[in-house]
């Protein structure tokens, strides 16, 4: 009697203590949920610049279905160029996109048209943006949550009918189902069939252990008649449909079948057919053993079992089941995964968030994150170090690396990010992390400094490459060579950096002040102090390819500094917006001597260390840019760009070894090749009242007339210009008229 007291108080306690676990963990927050980061989305309009190749596979990317009629949302139709597309609809950070349908006509890469379903003009179609990662706890378990009611008409049918058929009958625990697994184990002669309930599955996975003990299954029948005693059997299966684990992805675990579908076929759930819903089903009983990337032979027999079983109980018309076994398992392969392109912007992008959110609640209050990405500029950019690098390698020994930013040239949206010539490759971000010796990269900043300086210096003022001997603080002395070896004598200054002289340059630099040169560069953009010895004016100041898009987006813009930005907006797990991340500008750097200084720029395109860019690149397409070289070539750079795009490339080995390559034979090779692989367009001058145009003869800086042979136009700031003038006799073909012209310029 009294033992029998004594079991009977153990068990109310320990029911007790159960009832207490159940309760706390169901009724508050039950998952720790990552924070979703998704692409800028893509959006059709008439005029948009777009390959349709490129739009059919953004499309696939997303999980759109190519269909002969479109009828539903996340489908579509193309004949040739034309397209029909049904977007999703979708909760952007600005309102709610509604799922819309549109033909869409291309012609030589840009969309002429865009209709709605009745034919009338349709001014705007936005996808639904790609997911491009998540920031996950230290469990990587990873989901999206979904209601019931979001489940494809299928799924819950399946899942009970070869789960738990007495799911609605049952109180937690099922006597009839264990009967009936012990039944069938003995038969076979070995565990076939267990005799859990999914409520009794659920508690396994969301409050227990796999351990196989009497105590863990006592344990875990007790708290499933408590989860029955207080919730509804919608509220679990909802949960289960959440928490079930359903498959891995290197260290991130699937759980739920709102992430098993994107992880499988890259759709939404509700869009998944009845084949589909049948193999998420199957995977229930052991998503190893029956992966369908790895065992697809037992993943299709699994998956057909769970389809007879739907026909046998009459849940689904038997012709349907029929036809859906004849389906492949359509699983998307683990390369199109749309998490796996992109690990080095999501670094970024926990780098701009971790300034404003917690790490705890990046990784569990399920915050949705909206980047800058580009996929379709990223996916470019990631080819074109990929390829250039695998056409430069030379050496079997070792791999040469590579880092790419790319930004709107205007806005400073980071569009893409590259930090190793492997597509996905998830470790060092050679595009944040890698500091290294920028070389000639710098050199902008000095003449610049220098251009700011209007009485002093101009475009054409004549300055001196010519040997130099610095005294270092070290006690002894810093004697820095041209790349060729000699020296040029007495030089316009626009060619001192069009050819890139170090001479004239190091001579300019210590002129201004080493002081006064590294002002300049922290108002192009460059927040890291550098050493203020006479050795950075050639460069010799280790920075990151992301340091120096900095400084380039500056450049790029015309004078404006603004920080890059990887980040769009904030909202919480509910769809409220928490914070957005506005265009935020500052001018920096006065229009006048930013305008000289990308007038030079331009000449470097054309006719300096930038001009094999358009080997590549249509020459009416109007570029800015410079290389950059450090020491024994070490460090290979390119930093330039269009009027929409600005791109900084870095090539060189991690061990710091020599590459054998210059700037312009390395960087600038990645950098031409990607930009001649995305719609550019022209850079425009800063509107500026204070710029004249005057014909000079820039080797003697005078001026000169139009009709001269040789006389070239220059910028310069008014009040400027050279003073004396110069004649000549006039080009061959030269009329009276023009002649007489001359006179009066």
């Not at 979703?36 to 059709?44: C, H, P, S």
């Not at 708290?223 to 290197?250: C, F």
């Not at 079948?257 to 509700?270: E, K, N, W």
């Not at 000289?596 to 470097?604: A, E, M, Q, T």
Request: charged share 20%; proline share 5%; hydrophobic share 40%.
């Amino acid at each position: 009697m009294l033992f029998s007291l004594i079991i009977v108080v153990f068990m109310g306690g320990l029911a007790w203590h159960l009832n207490g676990i159940v309760t706390r963990q169901f009724e508050g927050k039950k998952w720790a949920i990552p924070a979703k980061v998704y692409a800028r989305a893509l959006e059709l309009y008439e005029g948009k610049v777009l390959s349709p190749n490129a739009l059919e596979h953004q499309l696939k990317q997303q999980g759109y279905q190519a269909v002969q009629t479109v009828k539903r949302p996340g489908t579509f139709f193309r004949s040739g160029n034309n397209f029909t597309i049904y977007s999703r609809g979708f909760q952007f950070a600005d309102g709610v996109e509604p799922s819309t349908y549109g033909q869409v006509r291309f012609s030589h890469n840009k969309v002429i048209s865009l209709n709605g379903k009745n034919g009338s003009s349709l001014p705007l179609l936005r996808l639904d943006p790609q997911l491009i990662g998540g920031i996950y706890p230290a469990s990587y378990e990873d989901r999206l949550l979904i209601r019931t009611e979001q489940a494809p008409q299928y799924l819950v049918p399946a899942l009970i009918a070869v789960e738990d058929r007495d799911f609605y009958h049952h109180f937690g625990v099922s006597p009839k189902a264990i009967a009936r697994a012990m039944f069938t184990n003995v038969v076979a002669g070995g565990i076939v069939q267990g005799g859990s309930t999914l409520t009794q599955q659920l508690v396994k996975n969301f409050f227990l252990n796999n351990e196989q003990t009497l105590a863990r299954k006592g344990k875990e029948a007790i708290m499933a008649l408590l989860l029955e005693w207080h919730y509804s059997k919608a509220e679990i299966l909802e949960t289960y449909l959440n928490e079930v684990y359903l498959g891995q992805q290197g260290r991130r675990a699937v759980h739920g079948f709102g992430l098993a579908s994107q992880f499988y076929f890259a759709q939404p759930l509700q869009e998944l057919n009845l084949a589909k819903t049948a193999l998420l089903v199957a995977l229930v009983k052991g998503p190893s053993f029956y992966d369908p990337r790895r065992h697809p032979e037992r993943a299709l027999e699994r998956r057909n079992l769970v389809l007879d079983l739907l026909a046998e109980q009459g849940l689904a018309p038997a012709d349907e089941v029929e036809r859906s076994k004849e389906l492949p398992l359509e699983v998307v392969s683990r390369e199109q995964l749309r998490t796996s392109e992109f690990p080095a912007y999501i670094d970024l992008v926990k780098q701009q968030l971790r300034e404003d959110y917690k790490e705890e609640d990046l990784t569990s209050e399920g915050l949705r994150i909206f980047s800058n990405l580009d996929p379709i500029i990223q996916r470019a950019a990631q080819r074109s170090v990929t390829k250039t690098l695998d056409s430069l390698d030379n050496t079997k020994e070792k791999a040469l690396q590579s880092a790419l930013v790319v930004t709107n040239a205007q806005t400073g949206d980071v569009l893409a990010l590259v930090g190793d010539r492997n597509s996905g490759y998830d470790g060092f971000n050679r595009a944040i992390d890698a500091y290294r010796s920028v070389g000639s990269l710098l050199k902008p900043a000095i003449y610049l400094t220098a251009l700011q300086n209007p009485d002093r210096y101009t475009l054409t003022t004549l300055v001196n490459d010519e040997a130099v001997k610095i005294k270092e603080g070290t006690g002894g002395f810093w004697e820095p060579k041209n790349d060729d070896g000699i020296t040029h004598g007495i030089v316009p200054l626009y060619q001192a950096l069009v050819k890139s002289y170090n001479l004239a340059t190091v001579n300019i630099g210590m002129d201004l002040g080493v002081d006064n040169v590294l002002n300049t560069v922290k108002a192009l953009g460059i927040k890291k102090s550098l050493p203020t010895y006479p050795s950075v004016l050639l460069g010799a100041a280790s920075l990151s390819p992301l340091d120096m898009a900095n400084m380039y987006q500056t450049i790029a813009s015309g004078g404006f500094r603004m920080p890059l930005r990887a980040i769009d907006a904030v909202l919480d797990a509910h769809s409220k917006p928490l914070k957005r991340y506005g265009l935020t500008v500052e001018r920096t750097v006065d229009a006048d001597s930013m305008e000289l200084l990308r007038f030079v720029l331009g000449l470097n395109m054309l006719e300096g260390t930038g001009r094999r860019a358009y080997q590549s690149i249509d020459p009416d397409i109007a570029l800015g840019g410079k290389s950059g070289t450090s020491n024994d070539q070490r460090d290979s750079w390119f930093a330039g760009y269009s009027g929409n795009l600005m791109a900084v490339s870095w090539v060189g080995y991690d061990d710091n070894s020599p590459t054998h390559f210059y700037g312009s034979t390395g960087a600038l090779s990645v950098w031409r090749h990607f930009m001649a692989s995305v719609p550019l367009t022209s850079v425009h001058s800063v509107p500026t009242e204070h710029i004249e145009l005057e014909w000079v003869k820039p080797e003697k800086n005078v001026k000169t007339y139009r009709y001269c042979e040789n006389a070239v136009r220059f910028p310069y700031i008014k009040g400027s210009a050279p003073k004396a003038t110069e004649g000549c006799a006039f080009g061959k073909g030269t009329s009276v008229m023009d002649k007489i012209k001359s006179w009066f310029e």
